[in-house]
């Protein structure tokens, strides 16, 4: 088989970055998914969208900002003209630059990198670094990429979707679609131990909205300030998966062993969420809580110290059936008969107002965010934001991602300290503003570690980094602001807490940052000309 060279990629993507059409990126996509082998169709799709493997998979590259660098100049020292590269060249030696462990495992991730630069163009290079980093900048997001692929397949998208629902595997969704159509579309199936993306929510500014847009009767559970887990069962077998579906079962064996001892089937996929409890038994912050998530080493101490509640509130797949087409109502009856009582989210069924800001108020008094309102007839769409489940939180927040920090001055001496905060935006991020308030010392350690990881360019003052860690802010203000290309800015803006249960996939959008910026007018006048 002659393989595609990685030059048309880089064909592909220049011309991507030259239109701002959202058509036209999908045509372009959909020719090129056309020119490829079988074999190449999943490793192009992932590389377009800065992504090496599915989201599931754990495997990362783990290289720095100082390691390419390296490799660089040491890629230009070779002098030997080897063959070009290929798609599936470059995805083999990606693969193996993230699979090198142990000692050692440093300077051959090293070597590997040099390989690759020395036998690429320049411009082949800026491509590298790009799809390394994960910042194509090329405005191709998961939802432009589905559309090339029915394009191209003539599969219908709304089928693409709901099998990349099931699968979480963008490539192996354009494989599938390419060799097999419709037929091998529809017959994709959820796989025990592989997560599907948890189904997302949007906000409601209160309980009358959320009946409102439910049309009356609405169940409301609490929305807990805890970490969302789903829960896979197959006869011995118990895996916990994060929010981002990171294998997180070995840091959470309390809640393995309550699983085990608690409910009734052995084929099961639950979801729900782990609270902290502290000796009084309210809830602890949230940042206690990801101190469990974060721990591989001395697990049984910090069990422990910090013990955890589990509140259930959905069941997937129960004994070989999958429910996430069954409404809500069901999938909660299906849950209650495996499940004991005290385990289930605590909620209610009510059409009326009042019974449901008592509930509310109930929430919050027992240390809680506020509210889930879920539509009873709802089906589960994973990885889907919609208003069949409604957030409600008194106090408003965004989640955003850190795309730069500066280094900070006085006390903060020594720290990456000063944040920049951006939205997500077609397919990238814009800035809407900075912060230095809201973390603790031990945080702004944390936080500038870890973004110096993540680094893909410095100045004397600031530090670029992947767009890989979102925070949720809260603020006074959203202002009007030529200084940033949102054409937005929070004012006082001030972080509550770092979001690790969550990716910069999930960050706000610069729309809902339109929608709350809109909102503040209900109460307040408009200066017009």
């Known amino acids: 088989m002659n393989e595609t060279p990685f030059n048309r990629l880089l064909e592909l993507c220049t011309a991507l970055r030259g239109t701002t059409r959202r058509k036209e990126k999908t045509r372009l996509i959909a020719e090129f998914l056309r020119e490829l082998s079988p074999e190449e169709i999943a490793p192009a799709v992932l590389l377009i969208v800065g992504s090496i493997f599915p989201e599931y998979d754990e495997r990362t590259l783990d290289v720095g900002f100082e390691t390419v660098k390296r490799a660089l100049r040491g890629g230009r020292l070779r002098t030997l003209i080897e063959e070009p590269l290929t798609i599936l060249g470059v995805h083999r030696l990606l693969t193996e630059i993230a699979e090198a462990k142990g000692a050692g495992s440093r300077r051959r991730k090293e070597r590997l990198l040099e390989a690759l630069f020395s036998r690429a163009s320049r411009g082949e290079v800026e491509l590298l670094i790009h799809i390394i980093f994960g910042e194509m900048r090329i405005g191709v997001n998961e939802g432009v990429m589905l559309e090339a692929i029915s394009e191209a397949s003539g599969v219908d998208l709304e089928l693409l979707r709901r ?5 979480g595997d963008l490539g192996e969704v354009a494989r599938i679609a390419n060799l097999e159509g419709e037929k091998g579309i529809r017959a994709v199936k959820p796989r025990m131990f592989h997560p599907l993306k948890p189904m997302l929510a949007s906000m409601a500014e209160d309980v009358k909205e959320a009946l409102e847009e439910h049309g009356g009767l609405t169940a409301f559970e609490y929305k807990f300030d805890g970490a969302r ?20 079962t070995e840091s959470l064996p309390d809640i393995v062993e309550l699983i085990e001892a608690v409910i009734k089937s052995r084929d099961v996929i639950l979801e ?5 409890i502290g000796r009084n038994g309210r809830p602890l912050p949230f940042q206690d809580l990801m101190r469990r998530f974060r721990r591989v080493h001395d697990v049984e101490t910090m069990v422990r110290r910090i013990p955890l509640r589990l509140h259930l509130f959905d069941i997937l797949y129960l004994d070989g059936r999958l429910l996430i087409d069954e409404p809500y109502r069901e999938r909660w009856r299906l849950l209650e008969s495996i499940c004991p009582g005290e385990l289930l989210a605590k909620r209610i069924i009510t059409d009326d ?3 449901a800001e008592a509930f509310l108020r109930e929430a919050m008094e027992e240390g ?6 879920k539509r009873l007839d709802g089906p589960y769409t994973p990885g889907r934001r919609g208003k069949l489940w409604l957030k409600i939180k008194p106090a408003e927040t965004l989640d955003v991602v850190i795309i730069a920090a500066e280094w900070g001055h006085g006390r ?8 920049h905060l951006a939205v997500r935006d077609d397919g990238g991020f814009s800035m809407v503003g900075k912060t230095f308030k809201g973390l603790t010392d031990e945080e702004f350690e944390w936080m500038t570690r870890r973004l110096l990881e993540l680094k893909i360019g410095e100045t004397p003052t600031t530090v670029y980094v992947k767009p890989e860690i979102v925070v949720e802010v809260a603020f006074n203000e959203i202002q009007r602001s030529p200084h940033y290309r949102s054409g937005f800015a929070l004012r006082f803006a001030r972080i509550k807490r770092i979001r690790l249960d969550k990716g910069p996939e999930e960050a706000d959008t610069l729309e809902r940052l339109r929608e709350l910026y809109e909102r503040q007018f209900r109460y307040k006048a408009r200066l017009t000309n």
């Open 272 to 276: 729900g969420e782990v609270v902290a």
């Open 163 to 167: 099998a990349l629902m099931l699968t």
């Open 353 to 355: 107002a009042e019974e």
């Open 368 to 373: 809680h965010e506020g509210l889930m309102a």
């Open 412 to 419: 903060r001496r020594g720290w990456l300290s000063n944040y």
């Open 229 to 248: 887990i789903q829960i896979h069962r197959h006869g011995d077998d118990i895996r916990i998966f994060s929010r981002r579906l990171s294998d997180v």
